[in-house]
């Protein structure tokens, strides 16, 4: 085990496949984030209300299980659909891509009495998806382009590209998503990217909801104490902290655009992709914040 725990700390952190993943993700930000700008959404009081009813539930599941079947919620209203796939298998280079849309279906109320979905929800909805789905095409388009140009140049090279998506969570509250890129050259770098919509608002869930403005060191302390107690119940689990030969590398804190997303149990999930906060062997790691 510590052979082949030393070999996998040996390898170098594939930064070209990393930051050519990594680019692409920023492009999309920075794209999307230009879109949001010539447009004008209302805010209205319902949506507050109904947050505001949230706010004051007793964290009990009893409690809450009987407000939200009185509160306008979205139900089973998305859905993902492939609307492109793009394979290769050719020599040296194989590609299984498959781009995910999420789609907003009927927001009428699923049960006999429930509330109607105010419409101001539903089109918060259907801008939030779009959104998502604009910043997944274009993270997609751009690696398959990356992909395309490197058959062209390369010659003998060898060359992987696979993006696959799954729905993590489909509650009466949230609704969660995973894209997984994977891009391999001489090397291999995964990323895992997560949209989380929370069905009350038709809004994309943000860590401040959740943890208030102080998140990230709320956050990044759950994370330092879930690291220390699983290296210490497990020899095999390497975390980067309180290292003191190296303490640059150490885990200081996540980002303020940290990627997350809510299971079905309504908790909410940190991720970090390879090399981020451990060794290659622990691969792409998780944190379920309590």
Do not use: C
């Amino acid at each position: 085990m510590e052979k082949w725990k030393k070999e996998y700390e040996d390898i170098k952190v594939p930064t070209e496949m990393r930051d050519k993943i990594e680019e692409a993700v920023a492009r999309a930000q920075q794209n999307k984030k230009k879109v949001r700008k010539v447009r004008m959404w209302k805010s209205m009081g319902t949506v507050a209300a109904v947050l505001a009813i949230i706010l004051v539930l007793p964290n009990t599941s009893q409690t809450a299980a009987a407000a939200m079947q009185k509160l306008p919620i979205l139900g089973d209203f998305f859905k993902v659909v492939t609307i492109r796939e793009y394979q290769v298998d050719e020599d040296h280079y194989t590609a299984d891509v498959k781009v995910p849309e999420v789609v907003p279906g009927d927001a009428a109320p699923e049960a006999e009495g429930a509330p109607a979905v105010p419409e101001e929800t539903v089109e918060q909805a259907k801008q939030t998806a779009e959104e998502i789905n604009f910043d997944i095409q274009e993270v997609t388009e751009q690696l398959i382009n990356e992909f395309k140009s490197g058959m062209e140049t390369s010659g003998e090279g060898y060359q992987n590209l696979t993006i696959d998506s799954k729905v993590l969570a489909d509650t009466d509250r949230w609704f969660s998503l995973e894209l997984s890129l994977f891009q391999a050259s001489a090397s291999g770098y995964e990323q895992r990217r997560h949209y989380t919509i929370d069905k009350t608002t038709g809004k994309k869930a943000t860590l401040a909801d959740f943890y208030g403005e102080d998140y990230v060191e709320v956050i990044s302390e759950e994370i330092r104490t879930q690291m220390r107690e699983q290296m210490a119940a497990d020899e095999n689990l390497i975390y980067w902290i309180d290292d003191t030969d190296m303490p640059e590398n150490n885990f200081q804190a996540i980002a303020e655009d940290q990627d997350f997303y809510v299971n079905e149990d309504g908790k909410v999930v940190i991720g970090f992709d390879e090399y981020e906060v451990a060794p290659g062997y622990m691969g792409y790691v998780e944190f379920t914040l309590k």
